[in-house]
């Protein structure tokens, strides 16, 4: 852009989606100051390297560290763009309540060296309402400054809210060319968001307010839970009525209108299985479909682990392995995993007849210890276990022939070898298709 004057940047929080943010904006051209409280992560970056696994991710960090454009610190400082990318978990009440302490601290240390001109943008996942929140904390710790839909003269600083809609696995790409929702609190607010966005997003980014980009977030992950959760559903009436639901849902999907999501051992990761919880908090009264979907969700791995634990009880003294701990395939992220809460709980029960084959895991997760359960190669299960249960849809376990099956009792929860005879147990008629 001709006589154009970069924007020096803050990210605060740098972790999966903070630090591929930071770099993006570093790639782009604007110095950028990555603030993180944990001092490893910030002696990490600052040495060009990273503390998270991200395809490409050490590359850019390594390139845009060394030219001078990102520079970690525990310490924050004036800065025109400042970008929120904290976490939000639930609070430790057990009730899934939306914790956005991380946020509010965030927006008190932005506060202390905000000056007119400029633009605070809140990317956490975030209860509808939050954005607003954080205006109004910022507002009352900086009264020399006029804020928007809080005065009738021009304010001096732009908020707005932009969430994320990134895939783990595909961050820096999905960051560049996805669409995005730029949510002001007024439409300035919006338009200011827009222009900086505009820097280094290639998708197309749609204005709107503050509340509706919060609300799109939310519902953009509980549209994917109640889908999900209506095939877990089916898959736990098929079981029961001794049918293959793969085999439904494919039929069913040949009808023009209807796409129906495959079933899973439940869901896991830190959106899909939390999102869903913000909406219901603020709106307990009117989300009985989103409420009850998670639970059906949760309520897939239960059935998944007593399904489980019958076919490893009808086959004594034969050795059993799981396939796969991550949350979903192809990746190294083992947050609140059903893959990983499954074999853990067979583990507990079985011990050292238990065996996990997880490429993606140097070792086996702390619940494992004392059980006696180990973790194998693919290779070796497929030679010396005669009781497989898929877990989690790698493509290295996807590739496995059915010669090397055959002769095998399989509990498939991912529907990934739609070839595999299916299985009575016990003669109980149960076809354990999912
Ligand atoms: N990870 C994803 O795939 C994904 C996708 C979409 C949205 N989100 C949302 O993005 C937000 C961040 O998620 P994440 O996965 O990057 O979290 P993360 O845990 O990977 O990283 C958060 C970072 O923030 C730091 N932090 C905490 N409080 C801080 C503070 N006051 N000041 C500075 N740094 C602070 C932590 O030390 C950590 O490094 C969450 O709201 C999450 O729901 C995540």
Redesign the pocket.
């Known amino acids: 852009m001709m006589g154009d004057v970069k924007p020096d940047v803050c990210v605060?929080?740098?972790?999966?989606?903070?630090?591929p943010t930071a770099a993006i904006i570093a790639r782009a051209g604007c110095k950028v100051l990555g603030?993180?409280?944990?001092e490893h992560?910030v002696d990490t970056i600052n040495r060009g390297e990273i503390?998270?696994e991200e395809v490409d991710l050490d590359g850019l960090v390594h390139g845009v560290v060394q030219r001078g454009l990102l520079r970690a610190s525990?310490q924050i400082a004036p800065s025109d763009v400042f970008v929120i990318?904290?976490?939000?978990p639930f609070e430790k009440d057990g009730h899934h309540t939306p914790d956005i302490s991380?946020v509010l601290?965030?927006a008190t240390?932005v506060a202390a060296v905000l000056k007119a001109g400029d633009t605070v943008i809140l990317?956490?996942?975030?209860p509808v309402g939050t954005t607003e929140q954080m205006r109004d904390l910022m507002a009352g710790l900086r009264p020399d400054l006029k804020f928007p839909g809080k005065t009738k003269e021009t304010p001096d600083v732009s908020i707005a809210y932009c969430?994320?809609?990134?895939?783990?696995g595909r961050?820096l790409e999905e960051l560049t060319n996805n669409d995005r929702s730029i949510g002001g609190i007024t439409p300035r607010c919006a338009r200011k968001a827009l222009a900086f966005y505009k820097r280094f997003v290639r998708g197309t980014c749609v204005t709107t307010d503050a509340r509706s980009a919060e609300m799109t977030?939310l519902v953009e992950n509980a549209y994917r839970d109640v889908n999900i959760a209506f095939a877990n559903e089916l898959s736990m009436v098929a079981d029961r009525m001794g049918l293959d639901v793969w085999e439904v849902i494919r039929l069913a999907n040949r009808h023009p209108r209807v796409n129906i999501l495959q079933p899973g051992p439940g869901v896991g990761?830190?959106?899909i299985a939390?999102?869903p919880w913000f909406i219901v908090a603020g709106a307990p009264d009117e989300t009985p479909l989103i409420r009850t979907a998670r639970n059906v969700n949760d309520g897939k791995m239960h059935h998944v682990v007593a399904k489980a634990a019958e076919l490893v009880e009808a086959h004594p003294g034969v050795k059993v392995a799981c396939l796969g701990l991550a949350f979903k395939a192809n990746i190294d992220d083992f947050r609140e995993s059903p893959a990983r809460y499954v074999a853990a709980s067979l583990a507990r029960k079985f011990g050292s007849r238990i065996n996990v084959v997880e490429p993606y895991a140097g070792q086996l997760p702390r619940e494992f210890e004392g059980t006696g359960a180990v973790q194998i190669d693919l290779d070796t299960a497929l030679e010396e276990c005669g009781v497989l249960i898929v877990l989690v849809d790698h493509d290295v376990f996807k590739v496995v022939p059915l010669a090397e099956r055959s002769g095998k009792v399989v509990y498939d929860t991912r529907g990934i070898w739609p070839d595999q005879p299916g299985v009575d147990v016990a003669g109980a008629g149960l076809r354990l298709a999912s």
Not at 12 to 19: A, E, F, K, S, T
Not at 163 to 168: A, D, H, N, Q
């Open positions: 605060v929080g740098l972790g999966y989606i903070g630090l603030l993180d409280v944990s992560v503390h998270i525990t990318a904290v976490p939000t991380y601290a965030a240390q990317e956490s996942t975030s969430p994320e809609r990134v895939l783990p961050i977030k990761g830190h959106c939390v999102d």
